[in-house]
Structure formats: structure tokens, C-alpha cells
């Protein structure tokens, strides 16, 4: 059993010493840990050109067209068996370098696609894909920051587990904590965090949420957009629809049934969402392949102005 650490922080700040922290008690449970810091590596910005699911869904397995350091760390991840994502809170959420690994997991991530490319490789007579890229794997995140801000941070962390389906098991936030090396108990509660992981880590299929009950039922976030003049309310992770209700005091989502199928966590919402994406690529590529009009109005665009550029000698 592996337990993989990831900080996005300052090398041996705060947020590193958080992570640690919780790969001790990982440890303590009996797994093997290691430990990575983003900033050491080299990892571009996705430039959405798609040539992962592309490639996914053609059977060369899962490519990608920037060359750095990301699929050495999907490599690292998928390897592991659980992971541990520790991120500095900057304006109220992940920085940059989360997204961007976010980002370059792209749709060739989405277990869906994966379950479908898998699917029509060995159609085909091919091997399927990476067979790691199927494994349940379990994820828990913690959230350092220097204030009180971080109202979406619990959000963006679920976002890395979205696509690839991994189970969460604590998602939890520090405020105030630019001294927190020197507070006990939120060094107890890193510990704690790492503790649970390895045990989730243990015995995957019986995995379960450890952390405390959120607004939504279903993926615990607190994020909802709530369409303005109703009582509509929409999960900002996980995509479910109800209504806002007042019940002792408090609110609460109610969700129709049929919302737990479609939620974009769930095999079945995936497929829903990935029968709609193939319907418009089909719209795009026939566009693009005998409409005069659209290439025309592609040109306008393309031809009206250029790019600015530094100067680079």
C-alpha cells in the first residue's frame, strides 16, 4: 500500500510541513509514502488541444503534446494507491499549479472515456488501456491558508478527483495559519487525515467519506449557484439539481432521485455527458468538414489580428 504526498507550497513552508504531517500518520498506518512538491517540477498550461483522448480513443494509449514533467507525475499517481493533495489557499482557492494539473488531466482522465476506450481497443484486438488508469484510488486533500479566505478552495481541491473518479475521504481547510507548526491541534488533525487515508488506502472497495457532512449530500461540497429569483440550487462539484429548503433552521437540497444518476461523479452521468460531447465534436467535425460558411467565419477571426508577442532575442 502506497500513500504519494503532493504540496503545491513553498519548499519546506508551512504546506510541506502539513503533508508531511500527514504522510507520518500514513505511515504510522502502515503505508509506504513518498513525497513531491509541484514546483519542482516543469509542468505547462493545457492548451485544450484534446490529443490525449484523441489518442486514448485510437488506442496509442494516453499521449500528450507538451513535453515536461506531467506524465512523470501521473505515472507517480496512478502508481499509488492513495494520494495526498496539500495546497496553500491563494484568493480563496488552489493555486494556478493545481488547476493546472487539474487541466492536463483532461477528458483522457474521465473514467468514462476510459471505460469506452478500453472497450474499443479490445474490440479491435488491442490490449485496452493502461489498466492503472481503471483502478479505484482514494484522495484526500487539506487546504493551508494565511487568512480567513478560502470559500472555494474545498471545491477546486474535489475537482482533481472528478474526472478520474477517485474516492474522497477528508477534504479539509486551515485558516490563520502561518503559525500553524506551532498548533497541536491542527498538527493532530494533518496526522489524523494521513491515518485515515492509509486505512481507506487498505481496503478501497469499503472506502467511505471521514470528513464532516457538507450541504450536499451527495459530494459534501458547500458550493451551490443558485439560479437568481428561485429556490433552484445547483452543486458547483459534482453538477446535481434540487431545491433549497429551510428545515430546522438550517438549509438543505432536496435532489429528485433521477439527480443521482446524472451526477458528473457517477459512471452513469459520465456516460450522459460523454453521449452529449460526442454529439457536438459530431456537429464540429461536420462543420468543419463541408460547411463553407463556417470556415469563412473561422478566417475572419484567425485573419483580424495576431497575437502579441515579447520581443525575444
Not at 519542482?40 to 503534446?65: E, P, Q, W
Not at 515536461?68 to 495546497?87: E, N, P, Q, R, Y
Not at 450522459?272 to 475572419?300: C, T, V, W
Request: glycine letters at 10%; hydrophobic letters at 40%.
Amino acid at each position: 500500500m502506497k500513500i504519494l504526498g503532493i504540496s503545491s507550497g513553498t519548499l519546506n513552508g508551512a504546506n510541506d510541513s502539513m503533508c508531511k504531517e500527514g504522510l507520518m500518520g500514513a505511515q504510522e498506518a502502515g503505508a509506504e509514502i513518498e513525497f513531491i512538491n509541484l514546483h519542482k517540477l516543469d509542468i505547462k498550461h493545457c492548451t485544450g488541444c484534446i490529443a490525449c483522448v484523441k489518442s486514448i480513443m485510437s488506442g496509442r494509449g494516453r499521449t500528450c503534446a507538451l513535453k515536461d514533467d506531467f506524465l512523470w507525475l501521473l505515472d507517480k499517481m496512478l502508481d499509488a494507491d492513495g494520494i495526498l493533495m496539500v495546497s496553500p489557499i491563494f484568493e480563496n482557492g488552489v493555486p494556478g499549479i493545481v488547476h493546472t494539473v487539474c487541466d492536463r488531466f483532461g477528458p483522457s482522465m474521465d473514467r468514462g472515456n476510459l471505460v469506452i476506450a478500453d472497450m474499443l481497443s479490445k474490440e479491435h484486438g488491442g490490449p485496452g488501456v493502461d489498466p492503472r488508469l481503471l483502478q479505484d484510488k482514494v484522495i484526500s486533500f487539506m487546504a493551508v491558508g494565511g487568512s480567513d479566505w478560502g470559500s472555494l478552495v474545498q471545491m477546486d481541491h474535489g475537482m482533481v478527483a472528478m474526472s478520474p473518479m477517485w474516492k474522497i475521504i477528508d477534504n479539509d481547510k486551515f485558516q490563520w495559519s502561518k503559525t500553524i507548526l506551532m498548533d497541536d491541534k491542527a498538527l493532530a488533525r494533518a496526522h489524523q487525515i494521513g491515518i485515515n487515508l492509509a486505512k481507506a488506502a487498505a481496503n478501497i472497495p469499503e472506502a467511505e467519506w471521514m470528513g464532516p457532512a457538507g450541504v450536499c449530500p451527495h459530494c459534501h461540497t458547500n458550493n451551490f449557484y443558485i439560479n437568481p429569483g428561485t429556490t433552484h440550487a445547483i452543486c458547483g462539484l459534482c453538477g446535481m439539481e434540487g431545491e433549497l429548503e429551510v428545515k430546522d433552521g438550517a438549509i438543505v437540497i432536496n435532489y429528485p432521485k433521477e439527480q443521482y444518476e446524472m451526477a458528473h461523479d457517477t459512471m452513469s452521468g459520465k456516460m450522459m455527458h460523454g453521449k452529449d460531447i460526442q454529439e457536438n465534436e459530431g456537429r464540429l467535425a461536420d462543420l468543419q468538414k463541408n460547411s463553407a460558411e463556417f470556415k469563412a467565419r473561422k478566417a475572419k477571426y484567425k485573419d483580424f489580428i495576431k497575437p502579441s508577442v515579447p520581443e525575444r532575442a
